[in-house]
């Protein structure tokens, strides 16, 4: 199947997403987010992201994949994918589904690959079919999930179920958080998110 470059050449070749110490909206710090809901859904096939993670205490960017219009009810019952995230001084690699029933009865289901990430551009993909979903960094697979392991408790008897309808990317760079917690005095900000592409080859 062609592939699909979902993005390229922003900002000199690079979609930069910058968050920043400054207040808004009486928050302490500015970010971004982008999505392609309502412009790009997809349903299984190989996704990667060639992208440079920032390191520093409190930051937490992500590549990830929620469901479009959540069919089988709220979070994370729909289902999550998430194909990069990183924290703090990026020293590992996330690689994780989320499912189950709604909050708080949801359920997380992944592995973590340790390295230095914020070292240089680095290439995060999934390979998404029916009943297995396989995680990978520059072409090392570190994780792998099946349909045996994931559920839906609001698809009972649906095995594929929250993982076989329609999702969209979501690319961010949250700035604390109860994972990663809150940036401190070592931080250094501004700090930058890069990403070089994402690509896609959509499994028919």
């Keep these: 199947i062609p592939c699909q470059v979902i993005g390229r050449g922003i900002g000199g070749g690079l979609l930069t997403i910058t968050a920043r110490a400054e207040n808004y909206n009486g928050r302490a710090y500015t970010s971004a987010r982008i999505r392609t809901q309502g412009k790009r859904d997809f349903r299984y096939g190989r996704f990667e992201a060639r992208a440079k993670v920032p390191s520093g205490q409190g930051l937490w960017p992500a590549f990830w994949m929620p469901p479009t219009n959540s069919p089988y009810g709220g979070w994370a019952s729909s289902g999550e994918i998430d194909i990069l995230e ?7 690699l996330y690689g994780t589904i989320h499912h189950g029933g709604p909050y708080p009865a949801n359920v ?6 340790p390295g230095t990430y914020s070292d240089g551009f680095h290439v995060y993909a999934i390979e998404w079919e029916p009943d297995e979903i396989r995680w990978y960094v520059d072409g090392v697979r570190y994780n792998r999930v099946t349909s045996a392991t994931w559920y839906s408790t609001l698809a009972p ?12 990317f979501l690319l961010n760079f949250a700035v604390g ?3 990663p917690g809150n940036p401190n005095a070592s931080t250094v900000l ?11 080859w959509q499994r028919p």
């Design 86 to 92: 990183t924290i703090n001084l990026a020293t590992a």
């Design 108 to 113: 997380s289901t992944g592995a973590n690959r």
């Design 157 to 168: 008897g649906n095995d594929r179920a929250p993982f076989d309808v329609p999702f969209h």
């Design 177 to 179: 958080g109860n994972w």
């Design 190 to 200: 501004p700090a930058t998110y890069q990403v070089d592409y994402v690509r896609v």
